[in-house]
């Protein structure tokens, strides 16, 4: 929470664990736990750093898998919140994304490599299910995944984030708001007081939901769109830029405009298209 320590800690669900001295961006579930159980300590997350109780190495490195656009955001904030090293794993780019250096693909046997040399990781990936995918593999490896909250972003002590989460710069997660994992609240966006929103779902930048919102797992609530309070929107759904939802909307539906109507069906899906991009895009 906006980067400082003390603050009251945010709820946690069963199956979960808090490190004590944390560090900048753990989440607090052990590895190899379920992930729906997981949940996240926002004072951690915002910044202390410190050593895990069932290591010997020092948890500052952090790897992202994924290094497009969401990737770098992540790398950005994760060296805001004072990670000592930040490095990105992709099966397809072949250069150094910026100042932080590519260490290769992120295969099975790469990730575990990895995690023995000290490494925690972070899904940095835009697309819904290539998030979905990269945190299953860790999950199966028994590896978990960080959580990240811009030292600019306020996630409230009484809010539920599980492992996997970005909050970006200017995001708000409010009091009782319950974020599954691999969720993205980007940059301005703000998610209110009672809401609750699925597995990898992505909040895009200035998007406002409403006090009560549910939003389903992979759902896409696009730039600037608003939600109208305690309305529930189904899983898989895409929620056009600049939209007002004032209705519920069934798994699958595609709705733009003011207020929010259905759209034609098209090719692209809602994680940019039905290709569903990987590893080394946004």
Do not use: Y
Request: hydrophobic content about 40%; some cysteine; charged content about 20%.
């Amino acid at each position: 929470m906006s980067g400082r320590t003390g603050h009251r800690s945010a709820r946690r669900m069963r199956g979960s664990r808090r490190a004590p001295n944390s560090p900048p961006g753990l989440a607090v579930a052990s590895r190899g736990a379920a992930p729906h159980l997981s949940r996240v300590d926002c004072a951690a997350a915002g910044g202390r750093r410190g050593k895990s109780p069932t290591r010997a190495w020092p948890m500052s490195r952090l790897l992202i898998i994924g290094a497009g656009g969401h990737g770098r955001v992540a790398a950005d904030c994760a060296e805001l919140l004072g990670w000592e090293e930040i490095a990105f794993l992709d099966d397809r780019v072949t250069e150094a994304p910026g100042p932080w250096p590519l260490l290769g693909p992120a295969q099975a046997e790469d990730l575990e490599r990895h995690a023995g040399e000290g490494g925690h990781f972070f899904p940095g990936i835009g697309s819904n299910t290539a998030r979905e995918a990269a945190m299953s593999l860790l999950n199966r490896l028994g590896l978990g995944s960080e959580t990240l909250i811009h030292p600019h972003a306020h996630a409230s002590g009484h809010a539920g984030l599980s492992a996997g989460c970005l909050i970006a710069m200017g995001a708000m997660v409010g009091v009782m708001a319950e974020l599954r994992e691999g969720v993205i609240v980007n940059t301005g966006a703000s998610v209110d007081h009672d809401c609750r929103v699925g597995a990898f779902a992505h909040i895009s930048p200035g998007a406002r939901l409403a006090g009560g919102v549910r939003v389903g797992a992979r759902s896409w609530i696009g730039i600037g769109a608003v939600v109208r309070e305690g309305v529930t929107i189904g899983a898989d759904v895409m929620v056009g830029a600049g939209a007002a939802v004032i209705a519920d909307l069934p798994d699958g539906a595609r709705v733009g405009g003011v207020p929010a109507r259905p759209l034609p069906l098209r090719a692209e899906s809602v994680d940019q298209g039905a290709r569903q991009p990987m590893l080394g895009e946004d």
